[in-house]
Nanobody
Framework: QVQLVESGGGLVQTGGSLRLFCTAA????????MGWFRQAPGKEREFVAA????????GYTDFVKGRFTISRDNTKNTMYLQMNSLKPEDTAVYYC?????????????????WGQGTQVTVSS
């Protein structure tokens, strides 16, 4: 099993960009499909983006399509979330997660390993 650590969060103005990192400890990172989720204050945690084990397939929720890009580098045991054109409603704690399932995974129950989260705050 892998252990996940997120980084790269911070405070940014509306329209700005941030790049989140999810670094995995363990030699099996490349065998996991991965995903990003987020949780805003007072709201349920929700799906943001997913990527297959090879990086060949990606999927996004509608409200980030065209603005966010998920990617991974298995040689560095790292997954990324490039976030552009940020909006105040993107403010949340962002979590990365690992799934033993193949393909793209859109639901929290499909993931068995989670990071501790990184805060993203977008000011208006």
């Amino acid at each position: 099993q892998v252990q996940l650590v997120e980084s790269g969060g911070g405070l940014v103005q509306t329209g700005g960009s941030l790049r989140l990192f999810c670094t995995a400890a363990g030699r099996t990172f490349s065998t996991y499909a991965m995903g990003w989720f987020r949780q805003a204050p007072g709201k349920e945690r929700e799906f943001v983006a997913a990527i297959s084990w090879s990086g060949g397939m990606t999927g996004y929720t509608d409200f980030v399509k065209g603005r966010f890009t998920i990617s991974r580098d298995n040689t560095k045991n790292t997954m990324y979330l490039q976030m552009n054109s940020l909006k105040p409603e993107d403010t949340a704690v962002y979590y990365c997660a690992a799934s033993p399932n193949t393909g793209l995974n859109y639901h929290q129950y499909q993931y068995n390993t989670w990071g501790q989260g990184t805060q993203v705050t977008v000011s208006s």
